[in-house]
């Protein structure tokens, strides 16, 4: 079985390094709030729900080396590791989201600096095990959406390591494998950073659920020859109206979803949900660098000074959604409704 994303041990965050997986399976050790940045930065770690605990993980590392009896320095310089933590990626709500989570618990309290720092690392602790508990919820509603037989295609790694264990999109695949649903899933391989091919096929290869890899252009064609029965994968943002943010082809597979009447689901745990952005439009996405464009796992692929357009995620407009699964429930059009509603039956 495929081990936690992410966890803190003996003072520092240690997590799965994503990024020559599967060739080369090695933990990193990050010590500072620094090296958190870099990992997120460079998707050593990934996948909304896994940077959002790392962030928290970065807020308690950050605690832990402020030496100072003093409060109000205590917070000053805190907030500046809150700050550079939240420059490191610009689209998953998660990552802001876990910040302000761990950001509340210290300025409503009025306890010294120590008993702050010990809080700070415990709520981390508590999102990471909440992650790994609405993934759990998300996969058993999920599931009911699965019939024996079906055919499933998924997007980029919406799995285990884009949390802390389990997955969203991929928990719902293997909380249906569990209960032993004959399906099987095609993965798209999710240029340009591979997350489908070298995450997601080797996240289902361990666990023996049959996959077949794609290559992206690939999902249309089997459309056509009525070889998908549903799509699933998850969101790095939920706007309010269910306009999504996902990995760079999302909104083409939703596309080929409708043209071809297939199901189109998205599974997401609340946190990512952004009320605050009335609709797609509004969601930052972020562009990466044309290296990764260029070249395939270090090798040269394209000329030198092309012109490169990187963007890493998409929107996917709400009509082209058929449910938002998330650990209260599913949510079905009008999201700008059924949204509100799972969240104030369950108060965030
Ligand atoms: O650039 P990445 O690998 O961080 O992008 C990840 C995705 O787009 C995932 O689909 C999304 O974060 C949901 S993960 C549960």
């Not at 870099?38 to 770690?45: E, Q, R």
């Not at 300025?107 to 508590?126: F, G, Q, T």
């Not at 999920?142 to 799995?159: E, K, P, V, Y």
């Not at 999109?169 to 091919?197: C, H, M, W």
Request: glycine letters at 6%; hydrophobic letters at 40%; one cysteine or more.
């Amino acid at each position: 079985m495929i081990a936690r994303t992410i966890e803190w041990k003996d003072n520092k965050v240690l997590m799965i390094d994503q990024r020559e997986l599967p060739a080369k399976y090695e933990m990193l050790t990050c010590s500072t709030y620094y090296e958190v940045i870099d990992a997120i930065k460079n998707m050593a770690i990934r996948g909304a729900p896994a940077i959002g605990v790392a962030a928290a993980y970065g807020m308690a590392l950050a605690a832990h080396s402020i030496n100072t009896k003093n409060k109000s320095d205590f917070l000053n310089r805190l907030k500046k590791a809150k700050i550079a933590l939240s420059s490191s990626r610009p689209t998953a709500i998660n990552l802001f989201w876990a910040l302000e989570e761990i950001w509340k618990g210290v300025v409503s309290s009025d306890e010294p600096v120590d008993e702050l720092k010990k809080k700070i690392l415990l709520k981390a602790e508590s999102l990471a095990q909440d992650d790994i508990k609405t993934n759990y919820l998300i996969g058993e509603y999920g599931s009911t959406l699965f019939q024996d037989g079906d055919r499933i295609l998924t997007h980029c790694n919406a799995g285990s390591l884009a949390t802390v264990f389990y997955g969203t999109a991929l928990g719902v695949i293997r909380s249906a494998f569990k209960e032993k649903k004959n399906i099987k899933i095609y993965i798209d391989e999710t240029r340009p950073v591979l997350q489908g091919a070298r995450l997601t096929a080797w996240e289902l290869q361990i666990e023996e659920i049959p996959v077949t890899l794609i290559c992206d252009s690939v999902a249309g064609f089997l459309m056509y020859q009525k070889k998908i029965d549903k799509v699933i994968l998850g969101a790095d943002r939920i706007a309010a109206n269910g306009d999504i943010a996902n990995k760079i082809g999302t909104y083409s597979i939703s596309v080929l979803a409708k043209t071809h009447n297939i199901p189109f689901y998205v599974a997401a745990p609340t946190s990512t949900i952004d009320f605050n952005i009335e609709d797609g439009k509004g969601i930052p996405i972020e562009e990466r660098e044309p290296l990764e464009v260029t070249s395939i796992m270090g090798k040269k692929i394209a000329p030198d000074h092309i012109n490169v357009y990187n963007p890493a995620f998409d929107i996917t407009p709400n009509e082209n959604i058929t449910a938002i699964i998330t650990e209260y429930g599913i949510a079905e059009p009008p999201y700008i409704k059924t949204l509100n509603t799972l969240l104030t039956k369950n108060k965030r």
